[in-house]
């Protein structure tokens, strides 16, 4: 049983607000990713950490920003909110080496009015 | 990583056996195959995976060719809760999920 979380679950701001997207794990798992998925459509990677200290941007350009001072956390922050950022935004953890299996959040589904 | 190929959707009746075909022809030797599926907007969860040998568990095998370019993904006894999307990863690290089979489970 995976053990990671996202709050907030559900989140409903108005343009502007920064927020901030919880996520931790509990595996003490090095890596860490974060996702962007619109209804019915494929997952985008945004951001993944190999690391405490290491961030890099994925494959989707993504205006979101991310950090990574502790291994078991990993928020994903906007600065300033837009409607162009409702989405759903998973994060996921593995362990490394030959052990790639990513273990998914729940999710957070952002609506930005 | 390894880009892989999977068909837009598949049917499968309800406790009969569904066959996931997926193409990796570019995975490396030392790349493993991944299934995962996505119930509705859930988090996607891992389903099994293998490097050469054919893999079994309790929710699905996963046959590898010998010359390892694709796989397929059997779930024996499909149910209704088996209807999703199936994503098949070829390699690690930096994964793309690409857009998956979509498994509808007839009654």
């Known amino acids: 049983e995976a053990d990671i979380y996202q709050t907030p679950r559900y989140l409903v701001i108005g343009t502007g607000k920064k927020i901030t997207l919880e996520c931790s794990q509990t595996?003490?798992?090095?890596?860490m990713y974060w996702y962007q998925q619109d209804p019915g459509m494929e997952l985008h990677l945004i951001h993944y950490s190999y690391g405490v200290n290491s961030t890099e941007k994925g494959d989707l350009s993504s205006e979101s920003t991310v950090s990574r001072i502790r291994t078991e956390h990993f928020p994903l922050t906007l600065e300033s909110a837009r409607p162009s950022h409702t989405s759903q935004y998973l994060c996921a953890s593995s362990g490394g080496g030959s052990q790639e299996t990513q273990y998914f959040g729940p999710g957070t589904r952002l609506l930005v009015l | 990583d390894a880009k892989t190929t999977q068909p837009t959707s598949m049917d499968c009746a309800e406790g009969r056996a569904a066959n996931l075909p997926c193409n990796h022809s570019t995975i490396s030797g030392n790349e493993y195959v991944y299934w995962y599926r996505q119930i509705h907007s859930q988090g996607p969860q891992y389903i099994i995976h293998g490097l050469k040998n054919n893999e079994t568990n309790e929710m699905a095998s996963l046959i590898i060719t010998e010359d390892r370019k694709s796989s397929t993904l059997i779930l024996p006894h499909a149910t209704l809760r088996d209807t999703a999307v199936y994503y098949c990863?070829?390699?690690?690290?930096?994964?793309?999920f690409g857009t998956g089979t979509k498994l509808q489970v007839i009654p």
């Open positions: 595996m003490g798992h090095d890596k």
């Open positions: 990863i070829g390699g690690y690290q930096k994964v793309t």
